[in-house]
């Protein structure tokens, strides 16, 4: 069970388990003498008829919500659903009270308002949830942003049925139409021609300002790729007519270089299946489509996932909390030497591409970002990363607290909000993510981190970027909890010893 669909259990789960508990609340209530009967009763016996009662719904109710997804079923599809869940439930609920000679539940009438007063209440529950799930989740942090490439005869159908699931959000959509002769698509891979772009430029490749479902059409032409290329994206589409997979295999190939999963339409897979340096591929059906999913790294344990950011939770917490008197003392000579805020933030990119602010003790002089340009030329680092050596930016109480790396602790919070993890890649610049090429955005295929292989690497003797990315690559690659703390213990070792700090 992936990630949405626990997600959509435990909602499903805890709505049904409201009204199953109101139902038979109500339905106590209408078939006795309110207070006498409540008094009559010991506790003992409550808490066996609901004890019996949870038992009964926990054990049939899982098989009903893990068959349909809940954005696919209709009205009936759901009543349907609802009944049979409702009368097994309280067939073993019924049992139990048998067997548990429970005095609470010996009237059949209430059990039998109380089921129907369950199956009421639990239609109308799934129709809120419906909503809440889709209009909700889809501007979250939970879902994943895709985006849709296809053809204009079948892209209003597709991008409607991506819309219904609330677990996704479309955030552009590409037509191949105009870039198709005679039924054959062509396209010609820039991955050679060493094609860059940044956030302004996919910006402007909206084609007329057209949309379709309300989500603009990004480009009908071949500057699609740039767009996917700067745009934030988790997942892509690909769902076009086109027998020809061979054609479509260069566009396949540049989204596993970003480290993006994509959905291929099944008419043009079976080519490609011996071709593709995928790891992961399965099929699946989306918006009444057949589509395959390729993974290009590694697919995560969704557990294992959640114990990292349970993990980050923790860390972060505690990292606040220690840190707040040392930001403390540390604000007094910081704000004595130099005018400005006591914190910079600056624009980073994070999980693939999405853009947030990071948090940092300012270390340098108020207006260092306006002198960035003319330092350039001593830029010790190759490719796109920045760094020189005494940089004439940086304050005397900077060059402390960055020996320390104190000037890190305020990341903590961006921890806590979910933008980074404690262990990670480490996040680009804008600047620099817009000189990235196709297989360069890989390396944000992962949460950022604080730490990761290349601060434990002494990155101070790491002067070529394609050895950055090789050693995040490595790490996404490589993930484990295991991992992860063992870069955890290394990073307070160098922190201590100053072992590659700048």
């Known amino acids: ?146 985006g849709v490439i296809t053809t204009s005869d079948i892209a209003e159908e597709f991008v409607q049925g991506i819309n219904e699931d609330w677990s996704m959000r479309v955030s552009g959509i590409v037509l191949l139409d105009d870039f198709c002769e005679n039924g054959v698509f062509k396209y010609k891979s820039k991955l050679a021609q060493g094609a860059v772009n940044g956030y302004s430029g996919y910006k402007t490749a909206v084609a007329e300002k057209k949309e379709i479902c309300d989500i603009p059409v990004i480009s009908t032409d071949e500057s699609f790729m740039e767009w996917i ?33 994509v959905h291929l339409n099944i008419p043009v897979l079976e080519k490609m299946l011996d071709e593709s340096k995928f790891n992961n591929i399965n099929c699946k059906t989306y918006a009444g489509f057949p589509m395959a999913t390729f993974a290009a790294a590694a697919t995560y344990n969704s557990s294992l996932l959640a114990l990292k950011r349970l993990f980050d939770i923790a860390v972060s917490l505690i990292g606040c909390i220690i840190s707040a ?17 006591l914190f910079f933030k600056q624009l980073r990119v994070g999980k693939n591409g999405r853009v947030f602010y990071i948090y940092k003790l300012r270390s340098m002089y108020a207006d260092a970002e306006e002198h960035k340009a003319e330092l350039m030329a001593d830029n010790k680092m190759e490719g796109n990363m920045f760094k ?46 817009e000189r990235y090429e196709s297989r360069h955005k890989r390396r944000l295929s992962m949460r950022p981190g604080i730490s990761g292989m290349w601060q434990v690497s002494g990155r101070s003797d790491i002067l070529d970027f394609e050895e950055v990315v090789e ?18 213990f290394k990073t307070i070792l160098v922190v201590l010893t100053h072992k590659g700090a700048e």
């Open 1 to 146: 069970m992936n990630k949405r669909a626990k997600i959509q259990f435990w909602f499903e789960f805890s709505t049904d388990l409201i009204c199953l508990v109101l139902a038979n609340l109500i339905s106590y209530l209408f078939f006795s003498n309110v207070v006498a009967k409540i008094l009559s009763y010991p506790v003992s016996e409550w808490v066996r008829y609901y004890f019996a009662l949870f038992v009964a719904f926990a054990v049939t109710a899982g098989g009903f919500y893990s068959r349909i997804d809940i954005h696919k079923r209709n009205r009936w599809a759901e009543f349907v659903s609802v009944v049979k869940n409702g009368v097994l439930t309280y067939l073993v609920f019924f049992a139990f009270i048998i067997l548990m000679k429970n005095t609470v539940g010996d009237s059949r009438y209430m059990i039998f308002s109380s089921l129907i007063l369950f199956i009421g209440f639990s239609c109308v529950g799934k129709y809120f949830l419906k909503r809440y799930l889709t209009r909700q989740f889809t501007t979250s942090r939970i879902a994943s942003i895709v």
């Open 229 to 261: 290329r700067s745009a934030p994206l988790d997942e892509v589409f690909i769902n076009v007519n086109y027998q020809d997979a061979m054609q479509i295999q260069p566009i396949v190939e540049e989204l596993e270089d970003m480290g993006i999963t």
């Open 325 to 341: 008197p040392i930001i403390a003392i540390t604000a007094i000579p910081l704000l004595r030497e130099s005018k400005g805020p």
């Open 388 to 433: 020189i050596d005494d940089d004439p930016r940086i304050t005397k109480v900077g060059r402390v607290i960055r020996k320390y790396s104190i000037d890190e602790l305020p990341q903590f919070f961006n921890v806590l909000r979910g933008d980074m993890s404690i262990i990670g890649t480490r996040p680009p610049t804008v600047d620099e993510f």
């Open 471 to 488: 050693l995040d690559c490595k790490y996404i690659d490589e993930w484990s909890p295991m991992l992860d703390m063992k870069i955890f």
